[in-house]
């Protein structure tokens, strides 16, 4: 039977695993989780040399000690007892004073020999052996305590059609109970500071698990002790912003974490903290988190042409962006997930304004206003300024909505299928209906690079070299990466031209059997007109 073997490191110590390439992936979780002796609901991630994180699967490729993969414990429960303690505790066994029971019976022995008997130092051999066989990865498949983990920086299932728009009770019965098991887990010191760089790479983290991101990011601000959001609360309001993102290929939860974790990011990287108050900055996450809430996929544009209910119900203004708004505050009417129910009432009116001016921002009908409102003031700016401060806010939220593009291109590139599907969804939709085709989603004209070259020029450069100019250490993190990404799809777009041009030719230089009919053909079909004249 041909087997992988794979070497990696727990907490420094060199392990290896074995397993059949045919092994069922489950088994080769389990292998990972009882090498790092973790809990059924611990957050395993295992990361390659080069420190990105890997899929834990029967498709890992297979290395050499000198090329180790880390295995890592990123979010544990700190109050838990280690498994054997568990079964112990569970078989009614007191470790304790059996073990104090064993070491007296030794003393006594030494005591009373003179020295160990050999047959003391067997035991403990056995015992030895023992314990290595029960830790041991390939008698312990039938545990079946790992969690799945998304293929890689692979991109999301093309088959959103195949799902329901909204979820269903008991796709999100699953995921909360993950997230409530998965909640109380103590998140390693190196994720919260990944979480805090606009590298991070969301593919790899579960629905369930961003959930538990998205709390520490409310914990790590100071938000739960300063303004008393209890963590039942907190976790509550979470599941009904998850529950309320649809199954669409870009507008969904992960694309709402992804703002959020940029707006996060964002805020630790210009030290927004000592600048405007925590207040402002909760304002800010929440918008993030709820921008896009029960979005179905088609924009404003298309509201309006279609009659939709929400263009007559907002009246053609920012349609999606006011629903957006609305859901929030539905959810944040319903006591168990108020976070802002210790509030005063002057704190909850402040909060409910700035949400509402920041998620209607997010409608780039609007962008040139906000921006040129920016730029006016940048020369002098100040923080103590509320007019500014909210200027300010909107173009956070507007850089984090759309700033995908300064993520690496791994995380980036995969992002751009999904919105290019989403898209491509409406033009069809759009042709279907007989509605005005919106001209950058048509299917039949736009193209990857082309879809991103003009908008990473007149949208997104503007905009962030604005920011950047009032925060210029956000250059290396928003800018530098954003020119590369243009450079990677005018390349592109110079590309696919030169194919074109070459397929063009091409044709032209093939012999069009197919258009032009044979002189013999031609004679058999005419008669005789066609014969050559004879003298």
């Given at each position: ?13 060199p ?15 389990d ?17 390659n ?28 429960d ?40 050999a ?68 998140v ?63 507008h ?21 903290r ?72 002057e ?35 100040d ?39 989403e ?30 070259t ?6 997104l450069?503007?905009?962030f ?40 030719q ?7 059997e197919?258009?032009t ?19």
């Amino acid at each position: 039977m041909e087997t992988k073997i794979i070497y990696f490191t727990v907490n420094g110590r060199p392990e290896q695993a074995e397993f059949p390439v045919d092994c069922p992936a489950q088994d080769v979780k389990d292998l990972f989780r009882s090498a790092a002796e973790a809990g059924p609901h611990d957050i395993l991630k295992l990361y390659n040399p080069k420190g990105n994180i890997i899929n834990i699967s029967p498709q890992l490729t297979p290395n050499s000690p000198h090329s180790c993969y880390k295995l890592e414990v990123v979010a544990a429960d700190c109050n838990s007892e280690p498994l054997g303690t568990e079964l112990a505790v569970a078989l009614g066994f007191d470790l304790s004073s059996m073990e104090k029971r064993l070491q007296s019976l030794e003393k006594k022995i030494l005591i009373e020999a003179g020295e160990t008997p050999a047959i003391v130092y067997e035991m403990k051999r056995q015992v030895e052996s023992f314990r290595e066989k029960l830790e041991s990865v390939e008698h312990l498949s039938w545990l079946g305590l790992f969690k799945e983990l998304s293929e890689g920086t692979h991109k999301p299932s093309p088959f959103y059609h195949k799902r329901t728009l909204r979820k269903t009770r008991e796709e999100c019965e699953h995921v909360k109970e993950k997230f409530l098991q998965m909640s109380t887990l103590e998140v390693s010191e190196e994720v919260r500071q990944y979480l805090k760089t606009p590298t991070f790479d969301n593919w790899q983290w579960e629905d369930a698990e961003i959930m538990v991101l998205l709390q520490v990011m409310y914990t790590d601000l100071d938000f739960i002790s300063t303004f008393n959001i209890e963590l039942d609360v907190l976790q509550q309001f979470l599941y009904e912003v998850y529950k309320r993102y649809n199954n669409i290929p870009f507008h969904n939860f992960k694309h709402c974490f992804c703002v959020t974790q940029m707006m996060y990011g964002l805020i630790w990287l210009t030290d927004l903290r000592s600048k405007i108050d925590s207040i402002d900055l909760l304002i800010m996450l929440t918008s993030a988190v709820c921008h896009d809430l029960d979005h179905t996929g088609y924009n404003n544009a298309y509201q309006i042409n279609a009659r939709t209910e929400l263009a007559l119900r907002y009246n053609d203004i920012s349609p999606l962006e006011n629903h957006h708004c609305a859901v929030a505050f539905e959810i944040l009417e319903k006591t168990e997930s108020n976070i802002f129910r210790n509030l005063t009432t002057e704190q909850y009116k402040r909060i409910r304004e700035g949400i509402i001016k920041c998620i209607l921002a997010t409608d780039m009908s609007r962008h040139t206003e906000i921006l040129n409102k920016f730029k006016a003031i940048l020369p002098v700016f100040d923080f103590s300024n509320k007019d500014h401060r909210d200027v300010l806010m909107m173009i956070m939220i507007k850089v984090s909505d759309i700033s995908n593009e300064a993520r690496p291109m791994d995380v980036a590139e995969p992002w751009l299928d999904c919105l290019l599907q989403e898209f491509f969804n409406q033009s069809d939709m759009e042709k279907l209906e007989g509605l005005p085709v919106t001209p950058f989603m048509d299917r039949d004209k736009v193209t990857k690079p082309s879809s991103q070259t003009g908008f990473i020029r007149f949208v997104l450069f503007p905009l962030f070299i604005e920011l950047a100019n009032l925060f210029p250490c956000l250059e290396q993190h928003i800018i530098d990466p954003v020119k590369k990404a243009l450079d990677y799809y005018t390349e592109m777009e110079k590309a696919l031209e030169r194919e074109k041009q070459n397929r063009t030719q091409s044709e032209k230089t093939k012999p069009k059997e197919s258009n032009t009919p044979k002189e013999s053909e031609l004679q058999q079909e005419m008669g005789p007109a066609l014969k050559p004249s004879t003298v």
